[in-house]
């Protein structure tokens, strides 16, 4: 492009109307501010070039050598339109032939290839300049709009985004009122869900879906008031369909606010149809109720269970109770007779034996040494019981007596078999409680000298904290006896139950047996 382009462009314009005279006069003073007016057209952002009448352009500012990256000869022989993207250029030069047919202005948007080979976008715009409604030539600008371009196209792709996901969420009916409660959008999911279409539904009043005793009521009012406050407001509740048929939602109304000046803009409403659901609740909540009631019911029934159960667990312990004092006085009933009738007839039988052997002694010494010896054996078995009837009297046990009673329990051992006592001189507790306990302590002994053939017993009473703990224990054979079930075992474990103790029995091989007794201490 030559130099004095601005000049021949005045030149053009001028020429096919001007006298020689004023024409020297235009062509003088355009060279007087050529310098400024070039500067001027350097200076702006936008690509300015001008066109002769048929269309070839013999002009282009800095902004175009500056963007394409060719020079003014390169310019000057290039069809400018070749730089436009291949998928712009038809549309282009389209208009482009039509503007200089019919003299309109030229207007198009289009990519134009820039120095790096990248296309931007650019709104081309060329007017014609007239003489006497001649087109003499045209001047055309071209300003970069790819920034615009690609805030439209992500506008664009947002909008895309937002659609599909309110049209995609088919089970949310999701719209919005205007300050004045009337609907301003209506999605394809709020059409699904209350029956209305768009074209129905914006323009109304948001109040369509309220029931009519909540629009007597006013709550669609009350539920913008609460958004106006807090921002949002719940929504769960019947509303009402198209078809009059009601349906549970649960959703919520939002505040929209204007992002710049925080003035009101709207209400957008979020609601999903929730009547299956609702019925479920409330189907679970009868259940949850009727279960209920039945827990109540199965309450008292077990509570009358249980205190006919204590009832009959308090007569079984009375019954025990006087098992036990019968057999206590049975006891000594029988250690009575055993005292008072059969080692008396034994010991007088023993007795007139003696007598008898004095008599015939002289006559036959044999037949005295029989008797002698008869003798001696009905003393015996006297003593024998008399050491039962004293083991089957009732003890006298006093508040503190039950280790004395244990240490004389141990002092009736003879023969091979060792017991030893540990137990504190005196120990207060109930007389039943010392009774009883002394009658395990009695049986268990029975049982290591009967059952287990042992040589030593240990039998220690000692009181804890929180309880009397009572041990018989012993070094025989721990074999068990029909499981445990003997007619002993079971006493004991009354004796323990009727005193509230726990019983425990130990057997160990080659350990012996250990009998323990745990009687609480009453707080």
């Known amino acids: 492009m030559p130099d004095d382009a601005p000049q021949q462009q005045a030149a053009t314009l001028t020429a096919a109307s001007m006298p020689a005279a004023e024409l020297d006069a235009v062509h003088d003073a355009l060279r007087k501010t050529d310098g400024s007016l070039r500067r001027l057209l350097d200076a702006v952002p936008q690509i300015v070039w001008t066109n002769d009448a048929d269309g070839n352009t013999n002009y282009f500012n800095r902004r175009w050598y500056e963007y394409t990256g060719l020079n003014s000869k390169r310019s000057a022989a290039l069809i400018w339109q070749a730089l436009i993207h291949p998928d712009d250029a038809p549309v282009s030069k389209q208009r482009w032939q039509r503007a200089l047919k019919t003299g309109e202005v030229f207007e198009c948007e289009y990519r134009l290839r820039n120095a790096a080979g990248e296309y931007h976008w650019f709104i081309g715009r060329t007017v014609p300049l007239r003489d006497q409604n001649r087109t003499v030539a045209w001047v055309g600008s071209a300003t970069d709009i790819q920034d615009l371009k690609q805030a439209e196209a992500a506008w664009k792709e947002s909008e895309e985004r937002y659609r599909l996901m309110v049209d995609g969420a088919r089970d949310y009916a999701i719209f919005m009122v205007n300050p004045s409660n009337e609907i301003v959008y209506w999605s394809a999911g709020a059409e699904r869900v209350f029956g209305w279409s768009a074209g129905e539904a914006v323009g109304r009043s948001g109040e369509i879906v309220f029931t009519p005793e ?61 009547t299956q659901q609702h019925e479920a609740e409330e189907q679970l909540q009868r259940a949850h109720d009727e279960l209920d009631q039945r827990v109540q019911e199965r309450t008292l029934d077990l509570e009358r269970t249980n205190a006919k159960l204590r009832q009959e667990m308090e007569q079984r312990q009375m019954l025990e109770k006087q098992i036990l004092l019968i057999t206590e006085q049975e006891r000594a009933r029988i250690s009575h007779d055993l005292h008072d009738t059969l080692c008396q007839e034994l010991t007088a039988t023993a007795l007139l034996l003696k007598s008898r052997a004095h008599a015939i002694e002289g006559r036959s010494k044999a037949a005295a040494d029989s008797l002698a010896e008869a003798a ?92 009397i703990v009572l041990t018989v224990s012993d070094d025989g054979y721990a074999k068990r006896r029909r499981g445990g079930r003997g007619f002993g075992m079971l006493i004991m474990k009354y004796r323990a139950h009727a005193i509230g103790a726990v019983l425990k029995v130990e057997s160990m091989k080659a350990r012996g047996t250990t009998v323990t007794c745990c009687v609480p201490r009453k707080s």
């Not at 008031?225 to 369909?241: Q, T």
């Not at 019981?385 to 003879?414: K, N, T, V």
């Not at 039943?432 to 042992?454: F, G, M």
């Open 376 to 467: 001696e054996t009905l003393s015996a078995n006297a003593q024998m019981a008399r050491d039962l009837a004293r083991g089957l009297h009732p003890m006298d046990i006093g508040a503190s007596g039950l280790p004395s009673a244990l240490r004389e329990l141990c002092s009736r051992m003879s023969g091979d078999v060792s017991c030893r006592c540990h137990c504190p001189r005196s120990l207060r507790m109930d007389h039943d409680v010392a009774v009883n306990l002394y009658r395990i302590a009695q049986e268990a002994v029975t049982n290591s000298l009967k059952h287990a053939n042992a040589s030593e017993i240990t039998i220690s009473l000692e009181r804890t904290n929180d309880a």
């Open 214 to 274: 909540d629009r007597e009521n006013e709550v669609e009012e009350k539920e913008i008031e609460k958004a106006l406050r807090n921002g949002f407001a719940s929504d769960r509740r019947w509303h009402i369909r198209k078809d009059g048929a009601r349906i549970w939602i649960d959703g919520m109304m939002r505040r929209l606010n204007d992002e710049k000046t925080g003035a009101l803009r709207g209400f957008a409403k979020i609601a999903r149809d929730a």
